[in-house]
């Protein structure tokens, strides 16, 4: 299995919007509405942010959101702030009928 | 609140075997599946593999012939081994509870380092 596609990096003012693409197939995806996110801050653990494509765990503020079309999933981030700044990362099953685990390549998030 | 830690040795000789063990604590470790996912240095997260508490497991396809996992039910632990290591396995292990709704996991241990080298 390939990892997903995302952009390497995005970045955005405090307040404003931004979202993140991640490109897979009709293998993973697009065949699962299992898509899940997560952000890393440097040295941290990975923390996941969306599950399911758009659901948000407890304490996960609501100005993260997911969605997904097609072999295309984003998550976007509203009203940005400074602590938004991390990598991120998309997650999916991958494979027909093995449930295999995939990764996108993570995106870096920085706020001007 | 289910929390997770890594253990094993930190070092790893060329060609010798990684081990690492994940201890769950705040909850049981029945009835869900568990990960082990790596990142080396200033790249992304890989995906090794998981197993459910029955003993069931799913590996990376380019890690399968390197990697068992096993998990130990009364000691709320499961296990990684990776075989014929090299300096390209050097990396950060998480391990994680992977819920069948959340592939990449919902709790993750903070990572270990663990380094290849002679």
């Known amino acids: 299995q390939s990892a997903l596609t995302q952009p390497r990096s995005v970045s955005g003012s405090p307040g404003q919007s931004v979202t993140i693409s991640c490109t897979g197939t009709?293998?993973?995806?697009?065949?699962?509405?299992?898509v899940s996110w997560y952000q890393q801050h440097p040295g941290k653990a990975p923390k996941l942010m969306i599950y399911?494509?758009?659901k948000r765990p407890s304490g996960v503020p609501d100005r993260f959101s997911g969605s997904k079309s097609g072999n295309t999933a984003s998550l976007t981030i509203s009203g940005l702030q400074a602590e938004d700044e991390a990598d991120y990362y998309c997650c999916s099953y991958a494979g027909s009928y093995t449930f295999d685990v995939v990764f996108g390549g993570g995106t870096k998030l920085t706020v001007l | 609140q289910v929390q997770l830690q890594e253990s094993g040795p930190g070092l790893v000789k060329p060609s010798e075997t990684l081990s690492l063990t994940c201890t769950v604590s705040g909850g049981s470790i029945s009835s869900y599946y568990w990960s082990w996912i790596r990142q080396p240095a200033g790249k992304g997260l890989e995906w090794i593999g998981r197993?459910?508490?029955?003993?069931?497991?799913n590996y990376n396809p380019s890690l399968k012939s390197r990697v068992t996992m096993s998990v130990d039910t009364s000691k709320n632990q499961f296990s990684l081994k990776l075989s014929s290591v090299t300096a390209a396995d050097t990396a950060v292990y998480y391990c994680?509870?992977?819920?069948?709704?959340?592939?990449?996991?919902?709790?993750w241990g903070q990572g270990t380092l663990v380094t290849v080298s002679s």
């Open positions: 399911d494509v758009s």
């Open positions: 994680a509870r992977a819920p069948s709704s959340v592939a990449g996991g919902d709790y």
């Open positions: 197993i459910y508490t029955s003993g069931s497991t």
């Open positions: 009709s293998s993973d995806v697009g065949g699962y509405n299992y």
